[in-house]
């Protein structure tokens, strides 16, 4: 009954590789999120969806798609991996989009080599 | 842009001891939000103040406000060694949606 659910968990591939993280939230919640969080621990925003929409695109290399078939998944597809991509990436929901708090889900650890 | 800015960046204290984080942000903001983070774990909410709020309690957590110098501060009391962890401050600024956060403090709570 996991509410914030992202697999894989840990992911390594290769430079030059295509990617996908997957996301499910089972809240009901009407927005979701992409964050980035380096090795410095900088948790920096990606995207974010409210009710299927993007609402948020944060200067975010075109390599990087998101899509949200529904409002209860958001995936995030990585074209042409670069060894910069090694990072943790959250999926995470909030009941809408106006500040509130956010369910974060426990990470994807992607490792470019 | 970063908005919120933890400090001190890593803080080491005995267990039993209190544990004060402090985060400053730019812009005027309608709340603030606290964090925590276990060493592999995803962020879990703690508390959220809002901008007309000066001081909230959650336990042995206090987490107080003061938006003329733009920052707020988190306090737990009696630390345990189960609060090892990250925490982290988070704002949105006033008339956007977009929640933005620092880099957090490392917190050690030493047996």
């Known amino acids: 009954d996991t509410a914030v659910s992202q697999t894989p968990k840990y992911l390594v591939t290769q430079m030059g590789n295509d990617k996908s993280i997957k996301c499910e939230q089972n809240l009901g919640h009407d927005t979701m999120y992409w964050y980035k969080q380096d090795s410095k621990k900088f948790l920096k925003i990606m995207f974010s969806?409210?009710?299927?929409?993007?609402?948020i695109n944060e200067t975010v290399p075109n390599r990087f798609s998101p899509k949200s078939p529904d409002k209860a998944h958001l995936n995030l597809h990585i074209n042409s991996l670069e060894l910069g991509d090694s990072a943790v990436y959250f999926c995470?929901?909030?009941?809408?989009?106006?500040?509130?708090?956010?369910?974060f889900g426990e990470g994807s650890w992607l490792t470019v080599v | 842009s970063q908005q919120g800015e933890e400090d001190p960046q890593a803080l080491s204290i005995q267990e039993g001891e209190n544990a004060t984080m402090n985060c400053s942000y730019k812009t005027s903001i309608n709340n603030l939000q606290w964090y925590r983070q276990n060493s592999g774990r995803g962020l879990v909410h703690l508390i959220l103040?809002?901008?007309?709020?000066r001081e909230k309690h959650s336990g042995r957590l206090r987490v107080t406000l003061d938006t003329s110098k733009k920052s707020s501060s988190l306090l737990i009391t009696a630390s345990r060694a189960a609060d090892t962890a990250s925490y982290f401050c988070a704002t949105d600024e006033a008339g956007s949606s977009k929640l933005v956060f620092g880099q957090g403090t490392r917190l050690t709570i030493n047996p």
């Open positions: 103040i809002r901008s007309n709020e």
């Open positions: 995470a929901s909030s009941q809408d989009w106006s500040g509130n708090t956010i369910y």
């Open positions: 969806y409210n009710n299927k929409e993007l609402i």
